[in-house]
């Protein structure tokens, strides 16, 4: 993949700003598919418990953030990463004053991991990263030895009709997705990088789930 048509993190940045005040009304047609349903297994997926550090890539306006709030405990930490300000200032409403959640602005392919990170999780948000696999790689290697990580995204609906494919690429292009993406394969990635991997569609297969473990020999 020659990365040509992918936004870098600057267009990224702008679009996301400027969609930030209608994005969840904006991307619920989405839940209408059963993504939803995906989501909420991811967070299922990352095998959370009460005091762990767990890091939402690519948070947006915090749709997860509660939940694992709730899942890790007042003693816990939840740490959510957008290089979105406006995006973070809805996440920051959303979660309002939980004390285990942290908002950070930043390029989630230079973030680094805390120390100890129990879990990784990133919803759709892998769509917009060019090096995907150098970041799952990363990932794996920044957090702790069994740490989860759990990445659910949009995918090419193989089995769609034609027509249903383009209507899918017309209602996704306000998103910033474009042709380009349908070369990416995260979930190849997480086969590469990680152990006890697991892997499930949805939606007919718009919508992927992939989760694994960070080897405990610290390979990755």
């Known amino acids: 993949m020659t990365g040509q048509g992918v936004h870098d993190a600057v267009a990224v940045r702008r679009l996301y700003d400027r969609l930030a005040p209608i994005y969840d ?3 619920r047609p989405y839940s209408w598919i059963g993504t939803r349903r995906l989501s909420e ?14 890091v939402d890539l ?3 306006t915090g749709r997860n953030l509660p939940a ?3 899942a890790v405990g007042p003693r816990g930490r939840a740490v959510g990463v957008d290089l979105s300000p406006a995006m973070l200032e809805r996440a920051r409403r959303r979660v309002g004053d939980l004390p285990q959640v942290e908002l950070v ?3 989630m392919t230079r973030f680094q991991l805390p120390d100890g990170t129990d879990a990784v999780l990133a919803t759709y948000a892998l769509e917009m990263v060019r090096e995907y696999d150098a970041l799952v790689a990363r990932l794996a290697r920044e957090c702790r030895p069994g740490a989860r990580l759990v990445l659910n995204g949009l995918r090419s609906p193989e089995r769609w009709p034609t027509w249903a494919v383009r209507l899918g690429s017309i209602l996704s292009r306000p998103f910033g997705v474009t042709r380009a993406y349908r070369d990416h394969r995260p979930w190849e990635a997480v086969a590469r990088h990680l152990v006890d991997t697991t892997y499930d569609e949805g939606a007919g297969g718009a919508v992927y789930l992939a989760a694994g473990t960070r080897p405990d020999d610290g390979s990755a």
């Open 25 to 27: 009304l904006a991307s």
């Open 41 to 54: 297994r991811a967070i299922a997926e990352l095998r959370l418990r009460r005091g762990d550090t767990v």
């Open 58 to 60: 690519g948070t947006g």
């Open 68 to 70: 694992l709030a709730a």
């Open 105 to 107: 602005e930043a390029d």
